[in-house]
């Protein structure tokens, strides 16, 4: 196993608050990590620590020598009267022209170069960060709430490029989220975060741990992870895109409560409740 990067005993003080404490952590080439916790619970400052946007103030953080990140952070701010378009803002990584190109195509953006960045929608704008982070050829690719604003179709699509993603680059995954249905189903490992870690493991163990159902309640989702297989899969706006195919042009057209349903040739099956 090809160690990326391994936390032992981190923690984080701010202000006199402990953030973190005493938390172990590793990711290894090929894996996808994910983070769960409620709100407060230290996540997106363990992103930072590993990311070396902050520091800590005790425990040791081991990076492999060649590490590269690409980070999603979970909200991107700026000027919404910056005129800058989206083959604009990936030029700023300093990739070539063709590079920024082909990363456009693989996250099927390539529609939106000349989109001004205020006028995307969460799901575009997530596709965007994906490919600058793309770009950076990462073998560690960190997603802070990568699934945000983006609705139900959107986020199943992003999940699977997420994991197309980590095959093609051969690099691990480090993923903080809530939506605990849909990424179980897509995880190797999970890490169930509450300042410390309150258990770790296989999502359908960490499922029935105490402490994981002390956190979520009794009600928190038992997780069960089915093949969800289509013969068509949905594009950045949500409309049917057979495989193979093209979108009609009618199914082009930005998703709306009417074009929402769709029909396929066999039962769906997803991850739910029990």
């Known amino acids: 196993m090809s160690e990326l990067i391994q936390l032992d005993g981190l923690s984080l003080q701010i202000g006199g608050k402990l953030l973190l404490e005493q938390v172990n952590l590793r990711v290894i080439k090929g894996e996808i990590v994910t983070l769960i916790g409620p ?30 990140i690409g980070y999603v952070p979970q909200r991107l701010a700026f000027d919404a009267t910056l005129p800058i378009t989206v083959a604009g803002f990936l030029a700023l990584t300093g990739s070539s022209s063709q590079a920024i190109q082909q990363a456009m195509v693989r996250l099927q953006i390539d529609d939106l170069a000349s989109s001004l960045l205020h006028a995307l929608s969460g799901g575009e704008l997530q596709r965007v960060l994906l490919a600058r982070a793309f770009l950076r050829r990462p073998s560690l690719l960190i997603l802070d709430e990568p699934a945000q604003g983006v609705d139900i179709n959107g986020q199943l699509e992003l999940y699977q490029t997420i ?49 994981y159902l002390q956190l979520f309640g009794q009600n928190a989702p038992a997780i069960a992870i089915y093949t969800h297989h289509h013969d068509h899969h949905h594009d950045l706006h949500g409309a049917v895109v057979p495989h193979g195919g093209q979108a009609s042009s009618a199914a082009t057209k930005r998703f709306s409560p009417s074009t929402r349903s769709h029909s ?11």
């Open 163 to 211: 994991a197309q993603l980590r095959d093609e680059l051969n690099c691990g995954v480090l993923m903080v989220s809530h939506d605990l249905h849909w990424v179980m189903a897509k995880t190797d490992t999970v890490y169930c975060l509450n300042r410390h870690i309150c258990c770790q493991g296989a999502p359908e163990l960490v499922s029935q741990h105490p402490e």
């Open 264 to 274: 396929c040739n066999h039962p769906h099956t997803t991850p739910h409740k029990h």
């Open 39 to 68: 709100n407060g619970a230290g996540k997106t400052s363990l992103v930072k620590l590993v990311c070396g946007l902050l520091q800590p103030s005790a425990g040791v953080i081991t990076r492999a020598q060649d590490l590269r």
